[in-house]
């Protein structure tokens, strides 16, 4: 693996005090708590962290690091957005991001906008695992895709989805059980029962791959389909 883009507003952080406060409680070895809060503010290196929501709740011991935030929760990491009903941060700098509910994201820099019932991502290898009712939709080239799991790949910029797999793009439907997105390469890769509607038009083959720049269809093994003139 869809909305506007809203950046945090100055008031969404907390006072010095506050900051100051989070910061002290997570140089310490051992970390239990519940409480409300507005957001906090992070700088790892050249990646900037920031979160908010209504509650949060954590463990710092070694090797147990976990943040939970629960209730409009929402995380920013550099260009990524993300909203969850609950969203688990995991490890010594939050490197793994672990969203359950109406998951939300925006990776503004890339235009690509993504909706699911749960998603992990890691911030280290910027790789992000969409599970359950989950879409993906590229704007700059205009593709909606959905599936029961994606895999997007923000590197090389590779979407893998897999069962009841279904890609939207302008007059074209394509449907399969796994497909391969290649976004650089406008080029997506369909098997297991690939089906594309184009027009009126209906192919079937083994395996399809599609032009999404041309629209071109190209089929092998097993191939057949009907074309209406």
């Given at each position: 693996m869809t909305g506007p883009v809203m950046g945090p507003a100055r008031e969404d952080f907390?006072?010095?005090?506050?900051?100051?406060?989070?910061?002290?409680?997570?140089?310490?070895?051992?970390?239990?708590?519940?409480?409300?809060?507005?957001?906090?503010?992070?700088?790892?290196?050249?990646?900037?962290?920031t979160f908010k929501a209504d509650k949060m709740s954590g463990n710092k011991a070694t090797g147990?690091?976990?943040?939970i935030l629960t209730g409009n929760a929402e995380v920013r990491s550099d260009n990524l957005l993300l909203k969850a009903d609950r969203i688990e941060l995991l490890g010594k700098d939050n490197n793994l991001i672990d969203c359950f509910g109406s998951v939300w994201g925006n990776q503004e820099e890339k235009e690509i906008f993504f909706k699911s019932d749960r998603m992990i991502y890691d911030r280290d290898r910027k790789i992000a695992h969409l599970e359950g009712n989950s879409t993906l939709e590229d704007k700059k080239n205009e593709v909606v895709a959905r599936g029961r799991y994606i895999e997007y790949d923000e590197n090389s910029e590779i979407t893998v989805f897999q069962i009841s797999v279904r890609l939207f793009k302008n007059n074209m439907v394509c449907r399969s059980e796994y497909a391969v997105y290649r976004r650089d390469e406008k080029l997506l890769d369909?098997?297991?029962?690939?089906?594309?509607?184009?027009?009126?038009?209906?192919?079937?083959?083994?395996?399809?791959?599609?032009?999404?720049?041309?629209?071109?269809?190209?089929?092998?093994?097993?191939v057949a389909g009907s074309i209406k003139e």
């Open positions: 907390p006072n010095d005090r506050a900051v100051n406060r989070i910061g002290a409680m997570g140089r310490s070895t051992v970390l239990s708590c519940v409480f409300f809060c507005a957001g906090a503010f992070f700088v790892f290196g050249a990646d900037t962290f147990k690091e976990v943040t369909l098997s297991g029962y690939p089906v594309v509607y184009k027009n009126n038009d209906e192919f079937r083959a083994d395996r399809i791959r599609v032009d999404l720049d041309t629209d071109d269809v190209i089929m092998e093994g097993s």
